[in-house]
């Protein structure tokens, strides 16, 4: 059927905040839904909570709400707009979630609208266990033995009748949060307690394990017409026991047989017939390769993380295409995007391998466990192509951005024989680089089989990289080897690292015998049919298939995976640079790596190369495409980090200079020009002895900041107030690495703001300042902060108005630049300069109308600033206040401290937006997932230093009806001071999570000692709060704003759900 | 590992690596883009006289597996790949060794997409592969070289047999072998038909003799026109009868109407054809270089399935006489099984009309 014509409005519901499990993927899919409703001619409304997504940009929907995914919000909305339909399929298990919980309410029917694509009885089948497991039945599809459970004794007994492993998963989590694998008794009992607790309706799934086996996914498609096709099905590396999101994934599958094959995906078919899916679905398989037997393990009825993988691995749309089957069409009736010759309804031929590997935030959090299971741990992924495995595979390694250059790791060649035997034990992020290191030291691929369980085809090839490594090492270097290492992806670092050679070597060789890569194209066809699609990836063949238009073309450098520090944000830079390039006139060109991506869409930029933002790679792209020049400011310190050796190759970075770049990036320099400038900085100094601390201390004054520069152990910045708490301080951390230098800095207690500016040469433009709620010591990533500023005085932002002109003079920035200042009473500090794209320049753009990147782009080919209209200086407020709140995902990840301090933590932001102050905060905890509690009791435990200051905070509490539960000091301190405490032992978690559980513990407020120690009573607790989705407050200044924000809702106050501009 | 080279009618050269040390074949080629199944493509008869692509460059990576042979042995001429994995499941053959044990010439460590693309802009060509080096011998050899009219009798079983049916016996369906392959047989059977397979050169009388409720023209290599089909003529009618692929180009000759041949064909496991009386999409195996012309198809038939990609004929049915056809490969082997229940519908359709024909 051609799209109904009776769907004239569509709401589309986003997936909210990046949380790890639900990342940039939905953005994608949004975008891709919304612009491919609007080409049929729909009218689009959006609700998402998240700032810094591009599918919240004007352009993409007619009308964008960012507000709160709560129903209050949607309700409001919808009443408003009066859709025809709703979406719910794009925008992740949130999404869904919402749009479940307005039909359950009737007010999807009360306001007449339809929810497109499959249903909601279709959605609850899938998900709900029981049912999902009744239909397989039903359907003859076999599922591994399993029982719905309630409680930890049935769970025992259960485990009893089958055996053990047994595999845990909650009902209505995200990425299996709370769930796991147990092998006895005690184990159960652990995963259960946590099983339970986090699932929503208290329930989990306990079923038979079928670790070891392959884990297989079909990305399969279905319309109202019944076709039903695949558009990619993938392999996990990894055996199933290891959530997909952690896996290393190759599509197509490599180790199936035609026969095989087939009945997986006839099986995928069967089960989204049974559905009713209309749209993309994900099918995930447990196989058993000794006698091809299988079991269904889970079926995401939506487009999802691995949709968003299919989709850049086959050049099939999938989102897209699901949007338009929402609204009536079928798959034969929809062009196939890429050829502009076939149709939807065919399914993907691929002439390339695909390998996904996670990104994993372990570099950072380097003493939480890197141990991989069912619940996902990963906050992005990178991807890469190639026409053979081994290529795929080392690119993909090198996309990751680590230290590494080829498939080896220091760390694990220095290990013993036995260490590494018990490394490659234990499935971790790490595991792959024992693989390698044992294959080096002559380790059967037999032997790994039966360690790890990985097919041997797999370890065949990575025992193919280091053979070759091997003849690098041993052999005469002739044209045929590096012939061959280059066709197997090995990075020229490493060809010279093995063999000894000088890279002019290297080079001299390529020249003179023309060796270098060609690109190729993802045209879903296998090259059957003529594609129109610019998306290239490269390969050392014969035939280059690129198409160099004689257009003038500038590159913008992306910013690979999605990691805690550089997440969406700069995808929407980078999106936003490629639409000024072509604004301009110019032909746009990105190289990026990250699959779940807005900017590696295929029809997002000119041309779009798939590879890793590794200097070699990105060379070889210029090399042919001699482009007038590269852009690097907007694709995070990733891109950044290329400039020197770019500018080293003779290339054009357009904006701000290398030069200047290292000006602002080298201590020395930077405050010898502050010095010059006048602006006063924190004074600063590094030391490795306690002698010299006490020495800086002394110059300094108290109190200080105290960072080691290698972080190990939780431990972190630490601000200290006098000599015993340094020379402890110093003791620790010394005794910890010797080798390294702590900074210390002199600590100011004071207001952090931030400005983001857009410069030419002779002019600023701050659209607006940014002020956090918490104070200095926070990190600027984890921190609440409000647009405008509420209490900076008229000489505080006058100063940093006259700073930022000359900072940006002297750096002669052209293009973004975002410093972070502090101010004391009237004194102001710059603290951070960064010459690039900021976390905040989406939120900033967005709340001031202001298209920041647009602007830097046009000045960067010469435009004025003064030319855009906009003004200079620093713009007008209007009525609209906004309120950002950081959201985390410490559920995903256990010793972590959910305790803020100054190494950012979150993996996403939410945007409260209203015309009053209070109204936006309340919005950002709603949109935060905090909850506003009524009463119930609040725990309290505060270090001995700050108590006084809590004092006033505990009064409200309790002024507002809250009980307030403390220990042992607090406990003797809150009570001498007016305040009815109900004493309590935090060592007795227990019952404590008994009380959470039963709704009488509300919310915790803990200033911990020290942080970091997971054996620390304070730590436990707030473990609890993460497990339970509890508040927790680790900042009093968090809290104060808390609780105002709390007041003012008991005041009912009427929340309005608007646009932008309706609050301007 | 020797050199060899693939030698072009138009004097084109591309280098690759060979497996065997002495061989020179020559054949039309055709590149195939279904992602697994190279074994069953291998043995699959229509690729006689063939030198097959495989577009996905790992090939070889889970074996060789007896059960997957469509015919006792590897039928296409020649075999170029990107990568030979040289691996296989636990206790399975690796396919160099399946190739050397048919001899058979294997081309890899080339730009196969490459390849593909020309004969995506230039159509299916005839060429020689071989280990020597290239000389006037090599091209003269090519310039000479005429896809063999007799490829049919080459791959037809030269005698009779019978295959019971699998389960309860529905149907008794005689099935003609043009080259065909054992799924086809394999998948009559598990709907419930006992097959007997007869040499392409079989009479109509034993056909209309054997008692059978319906008649399979089944799939076979080279140019339909190249096949008597005078007999298919007398059957109709007489007795329901199926075809496929070639199977479906004959009874389409049969019938009156004219077949061509395709630039470079459908080959893959990805095909998407419309049922055009119910709108239901199938994706679909398919492996032809010949096409029925669907302006040629007489009055009294229609067509049953069009591909979507290219709206060719993929297959038509008799209004008036018990005859249905499909140019796609229903059996599958290697590809989507969505058309299996095809097989099933046949039958049924035999046992209702097949003897009131």
């Known amino acids: ?201 208290g329930q989990v799934l306990a079923e038979e394990s079928v670790a070891g086996w392959k884990e297989i996914e079909y990305e399969v498609m279905r319309d109202a017409n019944d076709t039903a096709i695949t558009v990619c099905n993938m392999e996990n590396i990894d055996p199933v026991g290891i959530h997909t999101g952690d896996s290393i994934v190759v599509a197509p599958s490599q180790t199936l047989s035609d026969k095989d094959y087939q009945k997986l995906r006839a099986a995928s078919l069967k089960i989204i017939r049974a559905l009713k899916i209309e749209g993309g679905c994900n099918v995930q398989f447990a196989f058993n390769p000794k006698n091809s037997e299988y079991v269904v393990i889970e079926v995401n009825p939506r487009v999802s993380r691995s949709s968003a993988l299919a989709s850049k691995a086959a050049g099939y749309p999938i989102a897209k295409v699901t949007a338009k089957i929402a609204i009536g069409m079928n798959l034969h009736e929809i062009p196939n995007y890429v050829t502009g010759k076939t149709k939807a309804s065919f399914e993907p031929a691929l002439d390339y391998v695909v390998v996904k590997i996670p990104k994993w935030p372990f570099d950072k959090f380097g003493y939480a466990d890197r141990r991989l299971g069912t619940q996902m741990k990963a906050t992005g992924e990178v991807m890469a192509i190639d026409r053979t495995f081994e290529s ?285 400038l006048k602006i006063k900085q924190p004074k600063s100094t590094a030391v490795t002895k306690t002698e010299e601390a006490l020495k800086a201390a002394s110059k300094i004054g108290y109190p200080i900041l105290l960072r080691p520069s290698y972080v190990t152990g939780g431990r972190a910045m630490k601000v200290v107030y006098n000599d015993k708490e340094l020379i402890s301080y110093m003791r620790e951390a010394v005794q910890i690495s010797p080798e390294y230098p702590v900074a210390v800095d002199q600590y100011i207690e004071g207001k952090e703001f931030e400005v983001d500016m857009v410069c030419d040469k002779s002019d600023i433009l701050i659209p607006g300042i940014t002020e956090h709620i918490e104070r200095a010591g926070v990190h600027s990533g984890d921190s609440f902060c409000v647009y405008p500023p509420r209490t900076l005085s008229e000489t505080v932002i006058k100063k940093a108005l006259d700073f930022s002109k000359k900072i940006a003079k002297a750096l002669q920035v052209i293009g973004l630049m975002n410093i972070q200042f502090i101010a004391k009473d009237d004194d102001v500090y710059v603290i951070e300069v960064n010459p690039r794209a900021s976390r905040t320049v989406p939120i900033m753009s967005k709340v001031t109308k202001v298209p920041m990147v647009k602007l830097a782009v046009n000045i960067m080919f010469s435009k004025s600033l003064k030319s855009h209209g906009f003004g200079v200086g620093l713009l007008p407020e209007t009525k609209l206040v906004a309120v950002k709140a950081p959201v985390f995902s410490f559920q995903k990840l256990p010793e972590v401290d959910v305790a803020l301090n100054a190494e950012m933590k979150s993996t996403g932001e939410v945007l409260g937006i209203d015309s009053s102050y209070e109204k936006a905060l309340i919005k950002a905890f709603m949109a935060a997932g905090t909850t506003f509690a009524e009463n119930g009791i609040v725990i309290v435990s505060v270090r001995e230093k700050d108590m006084a200051e809590s004092l006033p905070v505990v009064k409200k509490l309790q002024e507002l009806g809250f009980t307030i539960a403390a220990s042992d000091e607090n406990e003797k301190y809150y009570s001498q001071n007016a305040i009815s405490v109900k004493k309590i032992d935090k060592n007795d978690l227990k019952s404590i999570a008994e009380k959470i559980k039963s709704g009488e513990i509300k919310m915790i407020y803990n200033l911990p000692e020290k942080d970091g120690n997971p054996k620390a009573p304070d730590f436990k607790l707030r473990e609890l709060s993460a497990i339970y989705k509890l508040p927790c407050f680790t900042c009093t200044d968090t809290i104060k704003e808390y609780l105002k924000a709390l007041e003012y809702k008991r005041q009912n106050p009427v929340l309005d759900y608007k646009t932008i501009e309706e609050y301007m | ?162 295959f019971e049916a699998i389960g309860k016996q529905i149907a008794n369906f005689a099935l003609i072998d043009y080259g065909v392959k054992n799924s086809i047989v394999k998948s009559l059977r598990e709907a419930g038909a006992a097959v007997t397979v007869y040499p392409y050169n079989v009479s109509s009388k034993t056909i209309l003799g054997g008692n059978f409720d319906a008649v399979m023209l089944s799939n076979g290599p080279g140019d339909p026109k190249d096949v008597d089909i005078t007999k298919v003529k007398e059957l109709l009618g007489k007795i329901a009868i199926f075809g496929i692929c070639l199977g479906n180009q004959i009874a389409a000759l049969a019938v009156g109407a004219d077949t061509f041949k395709m630039k470079f064909g459908h080959r893959g496991a990805n095909h998407p054809v419309i049922n055009t009386k119910s709108g239901k999409v199938l994706i679909t195996s398919q492996n032809h270089g010949y096409a029925v012309n669907a302006e040629t198809l007489p009055a009294d038939t229609e067509i049953t399935y069009l591909n979507i990609n290219d709206n060719t004929v993929e297959g038509f049915e008799h209004k008036n006489i018990p005859l249905k056809c499909v140019q796609f490969h229903p059996e599958a082997a290697p590809g989507p099984e969505d058309a299996k229940i095809i097989f099933k519908e046949w039958i049924n359709f035999a046992c209702r009309e097949g003897k009131n024909a």
């Open chain 2, 1 to 162: 590992m020797s050199k060899a080279r693939i030698l072009f009618q138009d004097g084109k050269i591309f280098e690759a690596e060979a497996n065997l040390n002495d061989k020179t074949v020559m054949g039309e080629l055709v590149f195939n883009t279904a992602m697994t199944g190279y074994q069953e493509i291998l043995t699959d008869p229509s690729y006689a006289s063939q030198i097959v692509i495989m577009t996905y460059p790992l090939i070889g990576n889970y074996g060789i597996d007896r059960d997957f042979a469509e015919s006792a042995k590897i039928q296409a001429q020649g075999f170029i790949i990107k990568e030979n994995a040289e691996t296989a499941l636990d206790g399975k053959q690796c396919l160099s060794d399946y190739l050397a044990e048919n001899e058979i010439l294997c081309l890899s460590n080339i730009d196969t997409r490459k390849l593909t693309k020309i004969i995506r802009s230039t159509g299916s060509k005839n060429c020689l592969i071989t280990t020597e080096q290239i000389t006037e011998k090599h091209r003269k050899m090519l310039a000479d070289y005429v896809f063999p009219k007799n490829i049919v009798e080459t791959v037809s079983e030269k005698k009779t047999e019978k």
């Open chain 1, 392 to 676: 795929a595979f080392l690119k993909a390694l090198i996309c990751l951005e680590g230290t590494v250059i080829g498939f080896r790791s220091k760390k694990h060649e220095q290990l013993t024989q036995q260490e590494l035997i018990n490394k490659l034990k234990i499935a971790d992020d790490e595991r792959i680089y024992a693989i390698s290191s044992a294959l080096r030291r002559n380790m059967s691929v037999e032997e790994l089989h039966k360690i790890t369980q990985i097919d041997k085809w797999f370890l065949y090839k990575f025992e193919n990289i280091i053979n070759t490594e091997r003849q690098l090492k041993t052999e005469e270097f002739s044209i045929e080897l590096l012939k061959k290492v280059e066709g197997m992806g090995f990075t020229d670092d490493e060809i010279c690292s093995l063999s000894g050679k000088p890279k002019f070597y290297i080079d001299t060789l390529r020249r003179a015998h023309g060796i270098y890569p060609v690109h190729k194209m993802v045209d879903t066809c296998a090259a059957e049919f003529e594609a129109q699609t610019p998306y290239y990836y490269s390969t050392y063949e014969d035939d280059d298939e690129n198409i160099y238009s004689d257009k003038e073309k500038v590159i913008v450098i992306g910013s690979g995976p999605i990691r805690i520090g550089q997440g969406i944000e700069f995808d929407y830079c980078s999106v936003h640079a490629i639409q000024g390039i072509k604004d301009n006139g110019y032909e746009s060109i990105i190289i990026n790596n990250n699959p779940e991506t807005v900017s590696t869409d295929f029809d997002i930029a000119d041309k779009l190369y798939f590879e890793p933002l590794f200097i070699e790679d990105v060379s070889n792209v210029i090399r042919q495409e001699l482009p007038k020049g590269v852009i690097l400011q907007f694709g995070g310190q990733t891109a950044l980090n290329l400039a020197p050796k770019l500018l080293k190759r003779g290339v054009q970075i357009l904006g701000t200079s290398v030069e200047s770049i290292n000006v602002a990036e080298d201590r020395k320099r930077f405050e010898m020009l502050l010095k010059e």
């Open chain 1, 1 to 201: 059927m051609p799209k109904d014509p009776t769907i004239k409005k569509v709401i589309v519901i986003g997936s909210g905040p990046i949380i790890i499990g639900q990342a940039a993927e939905f953005d994608y899919a949004g975008t891709q839904a919304c612009k491919s409703l609007r080409e049929e001619g729909i009218e689009v409304v959006l609700l998402n909570s998240n700032p810094a997504t591009i599918m919240t940009d004007d352009n993409v929907a007619d009308r964008v709400y960012l507000q709160p995914l709560n129903i209050e919000a949607l309700e409001y909305i919808i009443e408003r707009e009066r859709p025809d339909g709703i979406l719910a399929a794009i925008g992740g298990q949130t999404g869904l979630n919402l749009v479940t919980q307005a039909y359950k309410k009737g007010i999807l029917e009360k306001s007449k609208v339809r929810i497109l694509g499959t249903s909601i009885d279709a959605i609850q089948k899938a998900e709900d266990r029981e049912s999902f497991k009744n239909l397989m039945l039903e359907i003859g599809e076999p599922v591994a033995k399993s029982e719905i459970l309630e409680d930890i004794e049935s769970a025992v007994v259960f485990a009893q009748k089958i055996g053990y492993p047994i595999v845990i998963r909650p009902a209505f989590t995200l990425a299996g949060t709370g769930g796991g694998i147990a092998y006895n008794e005690e184990e159960l009992r652990q995963i259960m307690y946590n099983g339970l607790a986090a699932s929503p309706i």
